[in-house]
Antibody, heavy 118, light 106 residues
């Protein structure tokens, strides 16, 4: 069974750093891109970017303008999403998603809620 | 970026009704289109991919159609578990983009 296990909820202050994680199991982790998608409370979905765990090649949504960094450690089947300076507007639930390169998201993590206070 | 416009933003329906949700892409994306269902407190679930293909384990009362710039999701014979949020997504060009969502409620 494919499973994406995400780290737990976070409460932070503006300006702090944060790294959340997503561990894949039940499939060959290095063979599939991991995408990150965020959902602001009560709002829609926004694609943030993706990483190929095999070589750590990344693509980002240009709207983020370098605000987040996506990384992966294929030896422990884990992908990461990190911020070096959180903003209140980063308050959202963040999902990692396994992608077979079709762009259709068959498997999702359970989500990591992040709350940033100003 | 390709803009995806979803309508309606909400719809009230009853058990057994048929509901149709429509999305428009700002440019031709062939059939690179998907639909997701999201229940409260849960991650989205893929319902339809490549515009008309049923996702794994998705009941046959869900169907998708369309190509180019206009796409539709139809839910026949609404069941209690179908009352949820529905999102559409274009998978043609990065950045991948989603519609604003449709809430189906009673």
């Amino acid at each position: 069974e494919v499973k994406l296990e995400q780290s737990g909820a976070e409460v932070k202050k503006a300006g702090e750093s944060l790294r959340i994680s997503c561990k894949g199991s039940g499939y060959i982790f290095a063979s599939f891109w991991i995408n990150w998608v965020r959902q602001v409370p009560g709002k829609g979905l926004e694609w943030l970017g993706r990483i190929d765990p095999a070589d750590s090649h990344t693509n980002y949504n240009p709207s983020l303008q370098g605000h987040v960094t996506i990384s992966a450690d294929k030896s422990i089947f884990t992908a990461y999403l990190q911020w070096s300076g959180l903003k209140a507007s980063d308050t959202a639930t963040y999902y990692c998603v396994k992608d077979d390169s079709s762009g259709f998201y068959h498997e999702w993590g359970q989500g990591t809620p992040v709350t940033v206070s100003s | 970026d390709i803009q995806v416009t979803q309508s309606p933003s909400s719809v009230s329906a009853s058990i057994g009704d048929t509901v149709t949700i429509t999305c428009w892409a700002s440019q031709d994306i062939s059939t690179s289109f998907a639909w997701y269902q999201q229940r409260p407190g849960q991650a989205p679930k893929l319902l339809i991919y490549a515009a008309s293909n049923l996702g794994s384990g998705v009941p046959s009362r869900f169907s998708g159609s369309g190509s180019g710039t206009r796409f539709s999701l139809t839910i026949n014979s609404l069941q209690p578990e179908d009352f949820a949020m529905y999102f559409c997504q274009q998978a043609h060009t990065f950045p991948l983009t989603f519609g604003g969502g449709t809430k189906v409620d009673i």
